[in-house]
């Protein structure tokens, strides 16, 4: 009796667990809407000043994409965390 008992609070929490551990993953991708909210800011952003500065156009360019790239590694490694999340905690 005992022993069935264990199996079922067992079997649930390895549910719950799952459960759990779907809820963390989701969490983490919300890393990517950051990441999107920050992309646009800085192109944006970036193209205000070209508008304001024709002649700055290629450094803020440069400036730019070194940005977006740095940005989107937030998004990468949001990305990375929930599926490890899923694969490995589940």
């Known amino acids: 009796m005992l022993l069935n008992v264990l199996q079922v609070v067992s079997t649930t929490l390895a549910e719950v667990g799952t459960g759990l551990s779907a809820i963390g993953a989701g969490i983490a991708v919300l890393g990517g809407i950051g990441c999107a909210l920050g992309e646009g800011k800085i192109i944006s952003t970036a ?3 070209i508008a304001r500065n024709p002649e700055a156009e290629g450094k803020l360019r440069s ?3 070194l940005g ?3 940005d989107e590694t937030t998004g990468i490694y949001a990305l990375l965390v929930s599926i490890l999340i899923i694969f490995f905690m589940a």
């Open 47 to 49: 193209i205000e000043g």
């Open 63 to 65: 400036t730019m994409i």
């Open 68 to 70: 977006v790239a740095l």
